[in-house]
């Protein structure tokens, strides 16, 4: 996972690495990305660690989202899977007794 990932991080130099590149794969116009990097490079150690600090919580978020989008869209398959395979199952049922029924 990225948040893991993001988390280990400890030197400066590769924290304004990773931030940098997470701006410049941000689908914003070029000008918006150039002046987030002129920001970037203004901040000192302590603001560019909160900055970083802020953006791995902010990951960690979205990874928590998705997972739990995730085991909620399984168990609703897996919930329709077992509804659609009690209808046959019934339809099985209802068609042997039919046949049952009719010798």
């Known amino acids: 996972m990225l948040f893991s990932f993001l988390k280990q991080q400890k030197v400066l130099s590769k924290k304004r690495t990773i931030v940098k590149t997470m701006i ?3 689908n914003i116009e070029e000008e918006q990305k150039n002046l987030y990097l002129e ?3 203004a901040l000192d ?3 560019l660690d909160n900055l970083y600090r802020d953006l ?3 990951v960690e978020k979205i990874e928590i989202k998705e ?3 995730i085991e909620e869209k399984n168990f609703s398959t897996i919930a329709w899977m077992r509804k659609k395979e009690a209808e046959e199952k019934k339809k099985e049922i209802n068609s042997f007794s039919f046949l049952v029924n009719n010798l």
Do not use: C, N, Y
Request: hydrophobic share 60%.
């Open 39 to 41: 920001a970037l490079d």
């Open 56 to 58: 791995t919580i902010f």
């Open 67 to 69: 997972i739990h989008e």
């Open 45 to 47: 150690e302590i603001g």
């Open 24 to 26: 410049l794969a941000l």
